[in-house]
């Protein structure tokens, strides 16, 4: 069995900081893509960082504030973010592709109360 979950979302003040994991089971190939999506209440799922091959993009909301980075051993992405909003508050996916699947992850909540 082949997918991708997601952790280190909860509750965090404005201001404050928190890491975000996605790690991989069963997945062997090469994910040329991983990123990490938020879809946040009433709102379009949208990306906010993502890693394919050596290029990296970020949302411009996130810019300065976040750094994905992506163990290529073990498959595991990370996103630390700082300096959280309360715009960052929703529910943020894990997205890997490779030549032939795409896997996305259940969802890590997190909420940064105004």
């Known amino acids: 069995q082949m997918y991708v979950e997601e952790s280190g979302g909860g509750l965090v003040q404005s201001g404050g900081s928190l890491r975000l994991t996605c790690r991989t089971t069963g997945i062997r190939s090469n994910l040329y893509h991983m990123g990490w999506y938020r879809q946040a209440p009433g709102k379009e799922r949208e990306m906010v960082a993502s890693?394919?091959?050596?290029?990296?993009d970020y949302a411009d909301s996130v810019q300065g504030r976040v750094t994905i980075s992506k163990d290529n051993v073990n498959h595991v992405l990370y996103l630390p973010m700082g300096s959280l909003p309360p715009d960052d508050t929703a529910v943020y996916y894990c997205?890997?592709?490779?030549?032939?699947?795409?896997?996305w992850g259940q969802g890590t909540r997190v909420t940064v109360p105004s």
């Open positions: 997205h890997a592709r490779d030549s032939l699947n795409t896997f």
């Open positions: 890693i394919f091959g050596d290029k990296v």
